[in-house]
């Protein structure tokens, strides 16, 4: 049982937890971790059917590119719960393939999911919290939302998106009693390496073949001998202990989460050579 901040009252509740793409990797071990809590929490799954539902996680159907299936999963909640306490914006996916190779429809699609998605959930969730004076939301960015990464340009920019409108929503609605915040993870052990989607133009020019290919071989090498995915979730329950986040909490290797600090200290030109080194771009 949890106490919640709600306005004008100190009524003992279950907080109700609303976390998107919970249905693998990092969504779904947050979801475990939380229903493991006590929590109420609602995973989304674009097809939750087909998904075998964690002991404590109920699965709801969500698309995060659709207004529509946004507000419905919302107003399902409302329905059995009557408030929404934390949400966590987890869904999104990778791409990889040259800046100059990746086509406009292909970026379009990234940002409606990674990015748009994300923007969707915000906006349908905070006239929730507002009311009620209380709530947390957890953007999942990346260490690559803070360094931009060679073949993975695009995934990088949705992240960087993602940093900025956090930076300024937080300040937005803390008058409202909504605190926000996000979890930048390095490379961990989840899905995502097999689900990333090369983009078409990277098979077809030969400009940038053996450079990309021996990028994205270093970088799925990181993915796999990364940590469980649980240490995000450890990570998550801390942060909702919180009564006042920071903006950011970086998880993942010490190299990983070095190099983001070291960027802002080395010049670029020594820390754009180190990168190029690392990833075999040169």
């Known amino acids: 049982m949890h106490v919640l901040g709600t306005k004008g009252r100190g009524v003992t509740l279950n907080r109700v937890v609303l976390i998107t793409g919970a249905s693998s990797g990092i969504g779904r071990a947050c979801a475990k971790r939380l229903a493991a809590e006590s929590d109420l929490v609602y995973g989304t799954s674009r097809h939750p059917k087909e998904e075998a539902n964690d002991p404590g996680v109920r699965l709801l159907a969500m698309d995060v590119n659709s207004d529509e299936s946004v507000t419905a999963a919302i107003e399902q909640i ?9 949400v966590v914006n987890n869904a999104g996916f990778g791409i990889a393939g040259a800046v100059e190779d990746t086509s406009i429809e292909e970026a379009k699609a990234l940002f409606e999911t990674n990015f748009f998605g994300m923007l969707r959930v915000c906006r349908a969730v905070l006239p929730v919290m507002r009311v009620a004076h209380q709530g947390i939301i957890v953007n999942i960015s990346s260490l690559g939302g803070r360094i931009g990464l060679p073949y993975q340009g695009l995934y990088s920019a949705t992240k960087f998106a993602i940093e900025g409108m956090t930076e300024a929503l937080r300040m937005e609605v ?12 390095g490379d961990f052990r989840t899905g995502f390496t097999a689900n990333r989607r090369y983009v078409v133009g990277a098979k077809e020019d030969p400009a940038y073949k053996r450079s990309f290919e021996r990028t994205i071989k270093v970088a799925e090498k990181d993915e796999q001998s990364g940590s469980s995915p649980e240490q995000i979730a450890r990570l998550l329950v801390k942060i909702l202990g919180h009564r006042s986040p920071r903006v950011r ?21 020594i820390f754009e050579w ?7 771009v040169m």
């Open 274 to 280: 180190a990168l190029m080194k690392y990833y075999k």
């Open 174 to 185: 803390r008058a409202f009693g909504v605190r926000v915040t996000m979890i930048e993870p």
């Open 249 to 269: 909490y970086s998880v993942g290797g010490i190299s990983q989460r070095g190099a983001a600090v070291l960027k802002g200290f080395l010049p670029s030109r």
């Open 78 to 86: 409302m329905q059995v719960e009557g408030h929404i306490d934390v």
